[in-house]
Nanobody, 123 residues
Framework: QVQLVESGGGLVQAGGSLRLSCAAS????????MGWYRQVPGKQRELVAV???????NYADSVKGRFTISRANAKNTVYLQMNSLRPEDTAVYYC?????????????????WGQGTQVTVSS
């Protein structure tokens, strides 16, 4: 059993900052890519930022220069520092991890999602 638990969402004024955290726990052998996605009602979930186990990052064009993704491998945790927030950043933010998990005597590579955390940016 693997869980991803997010924290750090909330309400902030435009121009402000928030830091999201996501900790993975359970029967984890290794974690490959971790990332953040977001979704607003009526729209598809979209990529915000991802980071590999080696630290390579990729960002959506809309957040480049404002958001920074990082991870603490020893803690199985990924962070998203969000600066210069805009009202259009308002969404539910979801953590994602591709990881190798123990399944009895076997190992399986699975993709997991967190429960989501609301970020609301007021104008």
């Amino acid at each position: 059993q693997v869980q991803l638990v997010e924290s750090g969402g909330g309400l902030v004024q435009a121009g402000g900052s928030l830091r999201l955290s996501c900790a993975a726990s359970g029967s984890i052998l290794s974690i490959n890519t971790m990332g953040w996605y977001r979704q607003v009602p009526g729209k598809q979930r979209e990529l915000v930022a991802v980071i590999t186990s080696g630290g390579r990052t990729n960002y959506a064009d809309s957040v480049k220069g404002r958001f920074t993704i990082s991870r603490a491998n020893a803690k199985n945790t990924v962070y998203l520092q969000m600066n210069s927030l805009r009202p259009e950043d308002t969404a539910v933010y979801y953590c994602n991890a591709g990881l190798l998990t123990r399944d009895g005597s076997n190992a399986r590579y699975l993709n997991y999602w967190g429960q989501g955390t609301q970020v609301t940016v007021s104008s």
